[in-house]
């Protein structure tokens, strides 16, 4: 596997930041990001204008080091390996520092609002999102 190369960070998601990612769920249809829903993340770097690589902290698909071997629930977190995705401004939420979500980058709407219609058709993260889920 290569490591991907990062342009220099625009600072809207800031590499290491704790974000909200929108990624499927377990169950949820791949192609039909309307059924998907948000998951704590961190930004790894920006890879284009409006393009970013983050790692998703999904509990329920974790493997260890060979990438395919299912991480069973006692396996140490530094064992794990989580998810990656390459994710737009429309698809990430910055959580600040008091735990809620940020308002939305593009058209500056709150968290916590049901939609977003200006920049998607997903639901926009909740603060029961970022708190529902333990961080790393």
Same mark, same amino acid.
Do not use: F, K
């Given at each position: +596997?290569?490591?991907?190369?990062?342009?220099?960070?625009?600072?809207?998601?800031?590499?290491?930041?704790?974000?909200?990612?929108?990624?499927?769920?377990a169950g949820?249809?791949?192609?039909?990001?309307?059924?998907?829903?948000?998951?704590?993340?961190?930004?790894?770097?920006? &890879?284009?204008?409006?393009?970013?690589?983050?790692?998703?902290?999904?509990?329920?698909?974790?493997?260890?080091?060979?990438?395919?071997?299912?991480?069973?629930?006692?396996?140490?977190?530094?064992?794990?390996?989580?998810?990656?995705?390459w994710r737009?401004?429309?698809?990430?939420?910055?959580?600040?520092?008091?735990?809620?979500?940020?308002? &939305?980058?593009?058209?500056?709407?709150p968290g916590?609002?049901?939609? &977003?219609?200006? &920049?998607?058709?997903?639901? +926009?993260?909740?603060?029961?999102?970022?708190?529902?889920?333990?961080?790393?």
């Amino acid at each position: +596997m290569t490591t991907p190369t990062y342009e220099p960070n625009d600072g809207r998601y800031p590499d290491e930041s704790d974000v909200l990612v929108l990624y499927p769920a377990a169950g949820a249809d791949d192609r039909d990001r309307s059924t998907w829903s948000w998951h704590r993340g961190d930004v790894l770097g920006q &890879c284009g204008p409006d393009e970013w690589h983050v790692v998703v902290y999904r509990r329920d698909e974790c493997t260890l080091a060979d990438g395919i071997t299912p991480a069973r629930p006692d396996t140490p977190d530094h064992e794990r390996y989580y998810p990656t995705a390459w994710r737009s401004a429309g698809e990430l939420r910055r959580v600040l520092e008091d735990g809620t979500p940020a308002p &939305c980058s593009t058209c500056g709407r709150p968290g916590g609002v049901s939609t &977003c219609p200006e &920049c998607h058709d997903v639901p +926009m993260p909740t603060v029961a999102d970022v708190r529902g889920q333990g961080a790393r």
